[in-house]
């Protein structure tokens, strides 16, 4: 079955430590987006990619990097920058901005807390 | 900017009651909207999704209809189910200007339904 597999589920990070999130799609598509999740909030957007070797910066990219060497896949790291990084952090992927009526379909979520 | 504005949560009802859980919205251009709902430590689903105005989106008894006039996406069920129970998200992509196909989302509605 095709899909977005991120890990892990749970991931801990120590003071001044980056950590990488994981994030692999088999659906084939394009575009891929990392978004950040706190309680009571929607959903905002870190980074996306439309193509491979090539990605841009969200509404709150300070403290992320990513990388984007296969379509398949499209790592973020949270770097020690970030100084609220606990968070849940979901990947999506869809195909590109011209399938605006095309949905964006999302992994499992990566729940990242601070030791 | 987009943006999508939610009715507030959390929203308690009783199984086989009557959901409506309203949504608004402000775009540039003409988007797409959806719903999507999250069960506890899970990613988010696609519930529904309507093109454009007048389109009723429908899924596993959830309607929704695209109303370009009042600028709404209202969410309703006739006879919720504890199964129900989950965060709810509307969203819209808008393809004006930047044609990334970024989705920005409402900050949800906590749903809990009681036997």
């Known amino acids: 079955d095709g899909g977005i597999t991120q890990s892990p589920k749970y991931l801990f990070r120590k003071e001044g430590q980056n950590v990488t999130l994981s994030c692999e799609q088999n659906?084939?598509?394009?575009?891929m987006y990392w978004y950040r999740q706190d309680p009571g909030q929607g959903l905002r957007l870190i980074y996306y990619s439309q193509i491979v070797n090539d990605f841009q910066k969200g509404d709150i990219a300070e403290g992320y990097s990513v990388s984007r060497e296969k379509k398949e896949s499209f790592p973020l790291t949270v770097t020690s920058a970030q100084k609220n990084p606990t968070a849940f952090y979901l990947c999506?992927?869809?195909?590109?901005?011209?399938?605006?009526?095309?949905?964006?379909?999302f992994g499992d979520g990566t729940r990242l807390s601070i030791l | 900017g987009d943006s999508v504005t939610q009715m507030e949560g959390p929203v308690t009802l009783s199984e086989e009651a009557f959901l409506t859980i309203n949504c608004t919205y402000t775009a540039t251009g003409y988007p797409s909207l959806f719903w999507y709902v999250q069960y506890p430590g899970e990613g988010l689903q696609l519930l529904l999704k309507a093109t454009k105005a007048d389109d009723k989106g429908s899924n596993k008894g959830f309607e929704a209809t695209y109303r370009k006039e009042t600028t709404s996406f209202h969410l309703e069920k006739g006879s919720v189910q504890v199964s129900d129970s989950a965060v709810y998200f509307c969203a819209l992509r808008d393809a004006g200007g930047t044609s990334y196909g970024k989705l920005t989302f409402g900050q949800g509605t906590i749903l809990t339904v009681h036997p």
């Open positions: 999506a992927s869809s195909i590109p901005g011209t399938g605006i009526n095309q949905p964006q379909h």
């Open positions: 659906l084939n598509h394009d575009a």
